[in-house]
């Protein structure tokens, strides 16, 4: 059961435009969402997060928005430049007793063109 | 550099047979995470570890166990290893044990290999 999706594994965008990243959950109970970047032979680092009683979180050129609703947050880079070029995981936070684990997405390549 | 230290960066075996796979975490973090993400496949949650003690369990099998020894470091132990064993396997650290973790430190992987 994949209780945190990112539909679509892949994404181009032209240099200086917006990137849009989307991840979509099922739990109602996840109560913070991280989103990490991932270049090749690397390991995941941490990029933004929000927390479930917030609906938008900016980092410079990266804002997180959460619809809490539609069970839906997003990721926008802007402008996006080659150096974003990445893997993008979306994660979600929950409880298991008394401890908690990050749920992560399956990840969106992300390519930014000249 | 994450300041998580995994050990080694590669691994080829054949099936059947059992490793261990290490992970040091930034200094003064207390809990450790597993996580094993195999071809295509999202990072999928194995074991936490906290100051030594185990706190939560994911999707790990029964051949697969863990530890967090005195020193905090950990190491994951796979064994009867299966052609479908092959992935990357990250470990994560953070400061905290539960509810305030807001951040996990990644390692680079051991990329496992079984032939």
């Known amino acids: 059961d994949q209780q945190v999706k990112q539909n679509s594994p892949s994404l181009s965008v032209q240099e200086g435009r917006i990137s849009i990243l989307n991840c979509d959950y099922t739990?109602?109970?996840?109560?913070?969402f991280l989103w990490y970047k991932k270049y090749p032979a690397e390991g995941p680092t941490f990029l933004i997060s929000i927390s479930s009683i917030k609906d938008k979180n900016e980092d410079g050129r990266f804002t997180v928005f959460l619809n809490k609703s539609a069970k839906h947050l997003s990721l926008h880079i802007v402008p996006s430049q080659p150096g974003d070029s990445a893997v993008y995981f979306c994660?979600?936070?929950?409880?298991?007793?008394?401890?908690?684990?990050?749920?992560f997405g399956t990840g969106t390549r992300l390519q930014v063109t000249l | 550099d994450s300041g998580v230290t995994q050990t080694p960066k590669h691994l080829i075996t054949a099936t059947g047979q059992r490793v261990t796979l290490r992970c040091s975490p930034r200094s003064g973090d207390l809990s450790v995470y597993w996580y094993q993400q195999s071809l295509d496949q999202g990072l999928q949650f194995l074991i936490h570890y906290y100051n030594g003690e185990e706190r939560a369990k994911g999707n790990i099998l029964e051949r697969f166990s863990a530890q967090q020894f005195p020193d905090l470091h950990s190491e994951l132990n796979l064994s009867s290893l299966e052609l479908g064993d092959s992935a990357l396997y990250f470990c994560a650290s953070s400061v905290a044990a539960q509810g305030v973790d807001t951040e996990a430190f990644f390692g680079q992987g051991t990329r496992l290999t079984v032939v």
């Open positions: 994660a979600a936070r929950g409880l298991i007793g008394t401890a908690s684990k990050l749920t």
């Open positions: 739990n109602s109970m996840f109560d913070y």
